[in-house]
């Protein structure tokens, strides 16, 4: 059987399929980020509520740093991208400088001072470039920049989307519903900027 759809008809359901594309690597690059924790967690027995906490933003930057340190670094174990991801990103969202010497201790065990030396190197130019990107947008929010960085790994999507139709985002589906206005502006000023 043949179905004909309009050429709107089929730009919705392209859209529709980029916004569950969104949903899907927000939700993964949290899991993701929280399966990283959980391993650290088991085996330096410590406990990381903050990081928790902070799994959505965070899960963002740890998305980013662990793709450039898989493509970075051919052979890493996924045990170590997972340490030197937590122990650069552990000081912006927390003061466990305890299980910070643990972490940075490994690393040198582990002979991966190198590598988590680039990996703050480029975690603060991520940082920089998405802190004068948020600062670009006309729209006050309410949290230091880096909060919204779980944004990071579907800024390509939210570019597409601005360029190839009319969208509605929901929301409601990205985050808890407390924040769901402030976040619905700053996409919506996103969309808007890759729009002009």
Known sequence: MRLIVTESQYKSILLEEKINSIINKVENSQKNFLSHVKKIEKIFDVNLPDLKKNSLPLGGMSYLLGDFLKKD???????????IILATLLPYFSNNLETLKKLLEEIKKRNLVDIFDTC???????????????????????????????LLPVIPDLYYIANKSKYHIDVDELIDSNQNKELGVIVDEIINKFSD
Do not use: R, W
């Open 120 to 150: 703050l190197y480029k975690f603060s130019s991520l940082k920089d470039s998405f802190e004068n990107f948020m600062n670009s947008l006309p729209v006050p929010y309410k949290k230091d920049p880096l909060y919204y960085s779980f």
């Open 73 to 83: 670094q051919k052979n890493i174990k996924s045990d170590d991208v997972g340490l």
